[in-house]
């Protein structure tokens, strides 16, 4: 079992007096940013002037600078620009700035364990990655609650690591919840292999060919929507409170029994066989290297693959349908 840590194991003494400069005030970055404030903690925020989050971070009371003024006055450098811009903002702005005793942080591994960022052996390097969006973990904070957080320890220099991330855990509202124990390999092949395969990959490759099924063999757009991805909230929604368990239990008989005897035949061996060829693409840094490629390459596959869908059927049909669901708003 996962070692978990809760407020009690936590003293936010161990970051008082240290300022902590947020690097990249989006959604996550405000939040972490926020909370961390409000827990008495001194943050400097960097974002790039006249931007939409500059501009978000100045109505937040925050005067925003520069990666290099931040990551030169800061004692713990947390990294929460987007993935593939975190080693060109770390080799250009903070890396120079990384003396001795300094503390670099990251809310996704992905940098670290696929050594685009490779720490001095002398500061800290820790993660804390709450899993939910930033404005998730503002909402609990202000609520007195908080969202579970990931904690991995990948340099302990100083020695107080693991006290100094349980401390920032706290800050943000984090150990309210618990704060899992992890490595920067597991976080990041895990979250990868998610994505890919079941959260966005896997969920909307489902959605689409369901909905093309239904369409393809004379039925209704508009019905074949509802069925294959209107309705997915419901049962996601159900899962997400009470597990598969709970969301069988609340449905009707008929569709537990299509779920639990159909169910099978779609996610079956051909398809387990590709998931673990996409998680040993991830776990050997094919993924990795494809992604990086990619973006020195001016990102042609992303694009291309990204406009693709742009005007398929069910997203017209969509667009439509929530066009009459004001609630959606």
Same mark, same amino acid.
């Given at each position: 079992?996962?070692?978990?840590?809760?407020?009690?194991?936590?003293?936010?003494?161990?970051?008082?007096?240290?300022?902590?400069?947020?690097?990249?005030?989006?959604?996550?970055?405000?939040?972490?940013?926020?909370?961390?404030?409000?827990?008495?903690?001194?943050?400097?925020?960097?974002?790039?002037?006249?931007?939409?989050?500059?501009?978000?971070?100045?109505?937040?009371?925050?005067?925003?600078?520069?990666?290099?003024?931040?990551?030169?006055?800061?004692?713990?450098?947390?990294?929460?620009?987007?993935?593939?811009?975190?080693?060109?903002?770390?080799?250009?702005?903070?890396?120079?700035?990384?003396?001795?005793?300094?503390?670099?942080?990251?809310?996704?591994?992905?940098?670290?364990?696929?050594?685009?960022?490779?720490?001095?052996?002398?500061?800290?390097?820790?993660?804390?990655?709450?899993?939910?969006?930033?404005?998730?973990?503002?909402?609990?904070?202000?609520?007195?609650?908080?969202?579970?957080?990931?904690?991995?320890?990948?340099?302990?220099?100083?020695?107080?690591? %693991?006290?100094?991330? +349980?401390? $920032?855990?706290?800050? &943000?509202? !984090?150990? =309210?919840?618990? #704060?899992?124990? *992890?490595?920067?390999?597991?976080?990041?092949?895990?979250?990868?292999?998610?994505?890919?395969?079941?959260?966005?990959?896997?969920?909307?490759?489902?959605?689409?060919?369901?909905?093309?099924?239904?369409?393809?063999?004379?039925?209704?757009?508009?019905?074949?929507?509802?069925?294959?991805?209107?309705?997915?909230? %419901?049962?996601?929604? +159900?899962? $997400?409170?009470?597990? &598969?368990? !709970?969301? =069988?239990?609340? #449905?009707?008989? *008929?569709?537990?029994?299509?779920?639990?005897?159909?169910?099978?035949?779609?996610?079956?061996?051909?398809?387990?066989?590709?998931?673990?060829?996409?998680?040993?693409?991830?776990?050997?840094?094919?993924?990795?290297?494809?992604?990086?490629?990619?973006?020195?390459?001016?990102?042609?596959?992303?694009?291309?693959?990204?406009?693709?869908?742009?005007?398929?059927?069910?997203?017209?049909? !969509?667009?439509?349908?929530?066009?009459?669901?004001?609630?959606?708003?």
């Amino acid at each position: 079992m996962a070692k978990i840590y809760y407020d009690k194991d936590a003293d936010l003494n161990s970051i008082k007096n240290k300022k902590i400069a947020i690097i990249g005030y989006g959604i996550q970055g405000r939040g972490q940013a926020l909370n961390l404030r409000d827990s008495g903690v001194q943050v400097i925020v960097s974002e790039l002037e006249g931007n939409e989050n500059y501009k978000n971070a100045v109505k937040d009371g925050f005067k925003p600078v520069g990666a290099e003024q931040a990551a030169k006055e800061a004692d713990i450098i947390q990294i929460l620009t987007q993935d593939h811009v975190q080693a060109a903002v770390y080799n250009k702005a903070i890396e120079k700035h990384l003396t001795k005793n300094k503390a670099l942080v990251f809310s996704h591994g992905f940098n670290i364990h696929f050594k685009q960022i490779v720490p001095p052996k002398d500061v800290d390097v820790f993660m804390i990655a709450p899993k939910g969006p930033g404005a998730l973990v503002r909402q609990q904070y202000e609520e007195g609650k908080g969202v579970p957080c990931l904690v991995a320890i990948y340099q302990d220099a100083s020695g107080n690591a %693991l006290k100094i991330a +349980l401390a $920032y855990a706290k800050a &943000i509202g !984090g150990a =309210r919840a618990g #704060v899992i124990e *992890t490595t920067f390999k597991e976080e990041t092949e895990t979250d990868l292999f998610g994505e890919q395969v079941v959260l966005c990959g896997g969920a909307t490759a489902l959605v689409k060919a369901g909905f093309e099924t239904l369409v393809n063999a004379g039925y209704q757009p508009e019905i074949a929507y509802f069925e294959c991805l209107h309705e997915l909230k %419901l049962i996601t929604d +159900l899962i $997400y409170k009470v597990g &598969i368990q !709970g969301m =069988r239990k609340r #449905v009707s008989d *008929t569709a537990e029994y299509g779920d639990l005897s159909r169910g099978p035949r779609i996610i079956n061996g051909e398809t387990r066989k590709e998931m673990k060829k996409i998680l040993e693409e991830v776990q050997s840094g094919k993924f990795a290297k494809e992604w990086i490629d990619e973006n020195k390459n001016g990102r042609p596959n992303f694009n291309k693959l990204s406009k693709a869908d742009d005007g398929i059927q069910i997203e017209k049909v !969509g667009k439509q349908l929530r066009s009459m669901m004001p609630w959606m708003g």
